[in-house]
């Protein structure tokens, strides 16, 4: 008989003897925790792990491991121990390592989506960070506002804040398409300060079935940008 079978039968084992002992435990919150003679810990971090670093999660991402209050234990072991971070309440990553930096923050989208996942809702990026993806600016704001059709989030790590701020319908009808990302980012910018290098840029990232697209949401965004649209569109 192999180790780990050992292993298996000694946990199986311990959890069975626990009522002969007086100790009535959370049955299937142990069961779980010592499932295939591989620890909470061990399960969580392998499925971290197959998410890549720089993933964000939080507890209710490992719901089907064992119930909320095992979970949330483990992951605080896991961070004081320094296998994952703590960002915030209830918030987690792997962090991505730099040779120089050390530790790099997660990517805001990553944060946001991590906060809307237990909702299921919808994200749509806003403001600096809009434009920022779309290359239309290099500024990386400290404070980054992503429309949804859930309820009102704020969480802040390091120097950043991210919010989630409940919005019209309307808002979010273009939410996860490439045109909701652009009708932000030009709205941020403003109809005065948006110049030729920012639509040649727009030409540049965005595909010609992305730009035909424009028109099909050109009814969701302001009047002001009707003509931009369709011009983006024919080019």
């Known amino acids: 008989m192999t180790n780990h079978h050992h292993h298996q039968l000694r946990t199986r084992s311990v959890i069975d003897a626990l009522p002969l002992l007086g100790i009535i435990p959370n049955i299937p919150s142990m069961r779980m925790v010592l499932m295939n003679g591989r620890s909470l810990e061990d399960r969580i971090m392998a499925r971290w792990r197959g998410r890549g670093r720089g993933a964000v999660c939080m507890a209710a991402d490992f719901d089907d491991l064992a119930d909320r209050t095992v979970i949330n234990a483990a992951l605080h ?21 730099h040779p120089v930096l050390g530790e790099l923050l997660p990517e805001p989208e990553r944060v946001a989506r991590a906060l809307a996942k237990q909702d299921r809702t919808r994200l749509q990026p806003t403001g600096a960070y809009a434009a920022n993806r779309l290359g239309l600016s290099e500024q990386v704001p400290a404070k980054v506002v992503f429309l949804t059709d859930g309820p009102s989030r704020r969480v802040s790590y390091g120097p950043m804040t991210i919010e989630l701020r409940r919005t019209t319908p309307r808002n979010m009808a273009a939410a996860g398409r490439t045109s909701g990302l652009v009708i932000q980012a030009l709205r941020h910018i403003g109809r005065e300060a948006l110049t030729r290098d920012h639509l040649a840029r727009l030409r540049e990232v965005l595909s010609a079935d992305e730009r035909q697209a424009l028109l099909r949401d050109m009814s969701i965004a302001p009047a002001w940008m009707h003509g931009i649209l369709r011009d983006l569109a024919e080019d």
């Not at 072991?77 to 971070?85: E, H, N, P, S, T």
Request: charge should be positive.
């Open 77 to 97: 072991r896991l961070a004081k121990g320094g296998a994952i971070r703590r960002l915030a309440h209830g918030l987690y990553d792997l962090p991505k390592r």
